[in-house]
């Protein structure tokens, strides 16, 4: 691997520390206890490099189960394909 210049992808150490003027934002789940599917969800937007651009990608996780309730994959970061998204998560 080290040949080739290849590396495995895998958070490195010193991924993220803190900065001066960054906010630093409250863990609001800290004293919720998730007993049950459903009580609370989580949404991730990533992308992925193309031969020609980007594609976006979209989820709403269930936070108990870690089970993908819905997910959308766009070709554009427009907030259409998360509303499409969040509508799917909410009629299941």
């Not at 031969?51 to 997910?71: F, H, P």
Request: hydrophobic letters at 40%; glycine letters at 4%.
């Amino acid at each position: 691997m080290r040949e080739m210049g290849i590396e495995a992808i895998y958070p490195k150490k010193r991924i993220s520390y803190k900065t001066e003027g960054n906010k630093i934002y409250p863990y609001l789940l800290h004293n919720l206890n998730i007993f049950k599917p459903d009580l609370v969800w989580c949404s991730d937007i990533t992308y992925m490099s193309l031969k020609n651009g980007y594609a976006y990608l979209t989820m709403v996780m269930d936070w108990y189960s870690r089970y993908i309730v819905s997910w959308e994959l766009s070709m554009s970061l427009e907030s259409t394909f998360c509303t499409i998204a969040l509508r799917e998560m909410l009629w299941k």
